[in-house]
């Protein structure tokens, strides 16, 4: 392949984020194309581009696929999108050589006698169908569930919910967005009573202060990054703050950069309220305008000061206040917030003082004044707006019985139709109840949580439970496929056609270029197959899931979505073959999209139209419908103060670190994907373990030594990475390194160090949001094998509890 995009010099791994194109606060970012192509293959012997975005982050790149002979052979960044202006990242640039992986599933899979072979269509969708109507009959829809992703299209999402709630009516559905996007969710919802990314990307352009709250965005938004280093080297730069424990690439441009200990967000941002407050930094006529509960959130914040914080969070008092500061002389501030805050302790909580901080300086519904509550995967979004989140589909609200109604007159059934009751099952619980067998039947869609979901233990055992009928669809045999009773081979990016929608609200269509290999199919046409086979039906005897193709499901969701905060009813496939990338809502009163929410207030959160009614940001309980109507009658944002609570785990004598786990800018989820790719591959081939060049020296240990993390739930081997990027007392690994392309082809034998990140990770999860707490664990480390291959010396002395 081409060592790099064309008209863009460099080494894009070594170089992940190319040459500058500066430009000033207000002007437009540069356009910027980046390609890659095949070698041998030049831009004049492609046969067609087409249509498409990126789908190994949140960020949304446009681009379009080059196709030669029914092959796809590279990529090209489309250089008039809102979202890109042409740029792309590494694996943007790269990773479309996966879709032609010789071990792409070809063929359904079926077991028998304990192994999985190859079978056809028509065998492997009928086990699936009887054993759901077995299990519907003996134990009730409740014995099944799925678990979905945040990377199929809007289409199949769509199409998923309906069946699953309407057709079966359980309320087992939820996505591995559980795991990085719920927060996000959880905290729009909590300060404006509704989902929906309030920023644009666009007021990056405008800022003159930027904060990068638990974001290492260079890594996790790569493309968005070239735009804040375009800015800061072009006149008038905005001046940033950023909140990370390690000195990540994202950290060293920043003015101010703090690193707390893990698990304290809550005190820091209690403490940079306390100054704006204690400054007058606030906009009161916005707060009277278009907010309840300032008085509760200053009483709360009165005794977080500096010194009080420094304290908690081992961060000088000065370097707060300076951050204090930059945030509250800005005259346009845009915050982003992203795993740091939502994989920690007290997630929602800390992710809602951000939203604070926006609202009692009146940082909102203009240009270069917004928070992005950010997304980790492409089409989270979708997940959360067509209810395979956990949530009902638009934003609804499931303890409201009018929204209720108002779904089930759009599904054409009647309200009890639809599980609400209670509240959707999040992922969770949904493993708990296989756990106890209570659910019976597991259906996982484009996600492995045998690699992704916290304690991997215990999730091997669930999954190789003899009760659990388990199904998997995907593009490869991954290490939850090999749990499967079922294994349904999938078509993906490049090979279907459908809608994505990124973390600030742009919408793409992303159309078939290729035929997918074999008999894959795509996900949208298996939950359609599947619908059809157990004969769901409206109430008035007709098919319940009705449309037949991506474009008749983009139909029937624009009918869901009309009058609702994610209104799609002005946008069509025709439409988004036109201009690039469009911001819902997008109505006809506003044709051309929405740029920012709440340029007048938070209308969402009225009692009647909100999504929820909130919860206790300590215990996450609900508040109920009747505190919502007491507190926000009239319906405005919400201001939601916290205490900090510290930690549940805490570092000891016996594990005196505290361990996080993040990504590499390399690789995505659990390398399905981009392990695949030789130049992502060969860029980061294997686990490590980051420590600080303090506590590395006081050990005694060098780069390349072989190390054991071990925690309380497990232990892991990798070879050491010492350095300046991580604060003393922490160490990080990162998440994405599974089993399936080791020697062994599969997890280590109970009680055997692993590979994975998630043998560390105890099962604890956020009150509010539930999303699992990957960056909070206790820790200690073990010298295995020096990094010349010489044997250890056993134990190495452990650092100090900090």
Not at 354 to 378: F, S
């Amino acid at each position: 392949m081409r060592r790099h995009p064309a008209g863009v010099p460099g080494d894009r791994i070594a170089d992940p984020w190319g040459d500058r194109t500066p430009y000033g606060q207000g002007g437009e970012w540069p356009a910027r194309t980046d390609s890659c192509l095949a070698d041998g293959v030049s831009e004049e012997q492609v046969d067609a581009w087409v249509r498409a975005a990126s789908l190994l982050h949140s960020d949304g790149d446009a681009m379009d696929i080059a196709v030669r002979d029914g092959r796809i052979v590279g990529v090209r960044g489309r250089s008039g999108d809102r979202v890109n202006r042409g740029r792309l990242e590494p694996k943007d640039l790269y990773a479309w050589q996966a879709n032609g992986s010789a071990d792409r599933l070809t063929r359904p899979l079926v077991r028998e006698g304990g192994r999985l072979v190859a079978s056809d269509w028509p065998t492997a969708m009928g086990r699936i169908t009887a054993r759901s109507r077995e299990l519907i009959s003996t134990h009730g829809p409740e014995a099944i569930a799925f678990y979905t992703s945040g990377q199929l299209f809007l289409e199949e999402y769509y199409t998923l919910a309906v069946l699953a709630r309407a057709g079966i009516g359980t309320p087992h559905l939820d996505g591995n967005t559980r795991l990085c996007t719920a927060t996000a969710a959880q905290a729009l919802k909590e300060s404006f009573g509704s989902d929906g990314q309030p920023g644009s990307y666009e007021d990056i352009d405008h800022a003159d202060a930027i904060a990068l709250l638990g974001h290492n965005i260079a890594e996790t938004q790569a493309v968005q990054w070239m735009r804040i280093l375009d800015r800061l080297d072009g006149p008038d730069p905005p001046r940033l703050l950023c909140v990370d424990p390690r000195l990540t690439p994202t950290a060293r441009r920043a003015t101010v950069h703090l690193a707390p200990r893990l698990g304290t967000n809550v005190a820091l941002l209690n403490a940079l309220l306390h100054e704006v407050v204690r400054n007058g930094w606030t906009d009161p006529g916005f707060i009277a305008r278009h907010t309840v509960g300032f008085d509760t959130l200053r009483e709360q914040v009165e005794a977080c000061t500096p010194r009080w914080a420094a304290g908690v969070c081992d961060v000088p008092a000065a370097a707060i206040e300076e951050a204090a500061e930059l945030l509250g002389t800005a005259e346009r501030l845009v915050s982003t917030v992203l795993q740091g805050f939502y994989q920690s302790n007290q997630a929602t909580a800390a992710a809602v003082q951000v939203n604070n901080l926006h609202l009692v300086r009146g940082m909102l519904g203009r240009p270069g004044a917004g928070v992005l509550q950010m997304n980790g995967q492409p089409t989270a979004e979708n997940t959360r707006e067509c209810g395979a989140d956990g949530d009902l589909p638009g934003f609804r609200n499931w303890q409201n019985e009018d929204h209720v109604a108002d779904l089930a007159r759009v599904w054409n059934v009647e309200p009890s139709a639809i599980p609400h009751d209670g509240p959707p099952t999040h992922a969770m619980e949904i493993f708990r109840l296989a756990e106890q067998g209570s659910v019976r039947l597991l259906w996982i869609s484009a996600t492995n949580p045998a690699v992704s979901l916290p304690e991997l233990p215990r999730i091997r055992s669930v999954l190789a439970q003899d009760g659990l009928f388990t199904v998997v669809q995907d593009l490869f045999l991954t290490e939850t496929a090999q749990f499967a009773d079922v294994v349904l081979p999938a078509a993906t990016w490049g090979e279907k056609t459908g809608t994505f929608t990124n973390a600030d609200r742009t919408v793409h269509l992303s159309e078939k270029a290729v035929d997918p290999p074999g008999e894959a199919r795509p996900d949208l046409d298996v939950f359609l197959d599947y619908a059809a086979r157990m004969g769901f039906e409206d109430k008035d005897g007709g098919p319940l899931v009705h449309w037949r193709g991506p474009e008749e499901a983009f139909e029937a969701w624009k009918r869901c979505s009309a009058g609702r905060p994610c209104d799609y009813t002005g946008l069509s496939y025709e439409k988004l073959r036109g201009p690039s990338g469009i911001q819902w809502p997008c109505t006809a009163q506003a044709p051309a999209g929405t740029d920012r929410l709440y340029e007048d207030g938070a209308a969402w959160a009225h009692p009647d139209l909100c999504e929820t009614y909130g919860k206790d940001l300590v215990t996450g309980e609900p508040l109920g419908e009747d505190w919502y109507r007491s507190v926000n009658p009239a319906g405005k944002a919400l201001i939601r103060p916290a205490p900090y609570v510290p930690p549940k785990e805490w570092p000891d004598g016996n594990h005196p670190f505290q361990l996080t786990t993040g990504r590499t800018l390399y690789h995505f989820h659990t390398r399905t994907k981009t392990g695949r790719v030789p130049r992502l591959a060969d860029a980061a081939p294997d686990v490590w373990v980051e420590i600080a060049d303090a506590d590395a020296a006081r050990l005694g240990l060098a780069e390349g030594d072989l190390v054991e993390v071990s925690t309380r739930c497990g232990r892991l081997h990798g070879r050491l990475r010492v350095g300046g990027s991580v604060r003393p007392g922490v160490l990080f690994v990162p998440f994405h390194y599974g089993y399936w392309d080791t020697p062994a082809g599969s997890a280590p034998a109970p009680g055997h160090p692993g590979r994975a990140a998630n043998e560390l990770i105890a099962t604890l999860w956020d009150p509010v949001s539930k999303q699992p707490q990957f960056k909070t664990a206790a820790a200690a480390l073990t010298l295995v094998e020096r990094a010349d291959g010489s044997a250890g010396s056993g134990a190495a002395p452990q650092a100090p509890v900090r």
